[in-house]
């Protein structure tokens, strides 16, 4: 059965719509809740040094951001919103997972989905600037196996009762942590990392979904049928792994956003394997005024699609 298509909205950058103001940004969470956005999401960044845009994988010019605003810790942020909201569903976009220790971010999940009665979706990434590691004595190399570990110790402690744990990089005995998640062990874990050969082994191993860093379709097509087979030998369903694709500004002959033609290529996203599409505001305007418009447009895009592709 192909699963249900779902919409969500980043709050990238938010503080550029809202002037940092706190309750500006709660407004468009309850916003988006109200009007049935199905996900909102929250970036990471712990911290910079002032040449991170320099250290950047993609280039400085694709830098996210400047490292003199307000990159909110999501878990925090998300809190909050559970507080307003009532429906939406709760999503890191994503959190630098191994740059925390494994044992607090599973109390970290678990208290936030208890406090929203089960509405967390954990995206892991690894993270790429080492600072944001060696500030708090935490290791950067194999920080990949670390996020591995840390996705048992989750599971684990997720599932109730004492546990112990012997990994390369967390070690402990006799453990246990409550609250539990209300989703459970079920709580589900997807992870922002690039479609190499080994993440994909690890996303069929470990994942519910892919936050992919590249808006091409054709890569996330690709990695979507390579996916498939991998899922069905770790005897997991393909039907049950989420895509999440990003919707990219498309501009007319004057170079601003089309936004007939940007929404326009939600069909295509859903036929590549994406079962959830994203907005991030910023990316189509800087008006805050616009923001309600944008959310409009994605429900009714929604409410437009069909899935026929898994």
Not at 106 to 127: E, M, N, P
Not at 189 to 201: A, F, K
Request: hydrophobic share 45%.
């Amino acid at each position: 059965m192909a699963k249900s298509i779902r919409v969500g909205v980043t709050l990238y950058r938010i503080s550029h719509h809202t002037n940092g103001d706190i309750d500006r940004i709660m407004a468009i969470a309850e916003m988006a809740d109200a009007k049935g956005i199905d996900m909102i999401s929250v970036a990471d960044h712990l911290c910079f040094t002032s040449d991170a845009p320099k250290d950047y994988p993609m280039g400085p010019e694709a830098f996210p951001g400047g490292i003199e605003e307000n990159w909110f810790e999501p878990i925090t942020l998300l809190a909050a919103f559970a507080a307003r909201t009532r429906r939406i569903q709760l999503s890191t976009a994503l959190i630098i997972a191994p740059a925390r220790s494994a044992v607090l971010l599973a109390k970290q999940f678990a208290t936030l989905d208890y406090i929203s009665k089960g509405r967390v979706i954990a995206v892991f990434g690894a993270g790429w600037q080492r600072a944001e590691f060696t500030s708090q004595n935490l290791p950067f190399q194999g920080r990949f196996t670390h996020m591995e570990e840390q996705i048992q110790v989750c599971r684990a402690l997720w599932s109730g009762g004492t546990h112990s744990f012997h990994g390369k990089f967390i070690n402990f005995d006799d453990l246990q942590a409550y609250p539990l998640p209300v989703q459970g062990t079920a709580l589900p874990i997807w992870l922002g990392v690039s479609p190499t050969e080994r993440n994909l082994d690890r996303m069929a191993r470990f994942a519910d979904g892919w936050l992919p860093a590249t808006g091409s379709l054709e890569v996330i097509r690709d990695t979507v049928s390579q996916l498939k087979p991998l899922l069905l030998v770790q005897g997991r369903n393909p039907d049950d792994f989420d895509v999440r694709g990003t919707l990219v500004p498309i501009l007319d002959g004057r170079g601003r956003v089309d936004l007939d033609a940007s929404f326009a290529q939600g069909q295509a996203m859903i036929d590549t394997g994406i079962t959830v599409i994203d907005i991030a505001p910023l990316f189509f305007s800087p008006d805050p005024d616009d923001i309600e418009n944008l959310l409009d447009r994605l429900v009714q895009l929604k409410q437009s699609l069909r899935n026929d592709t898994w």
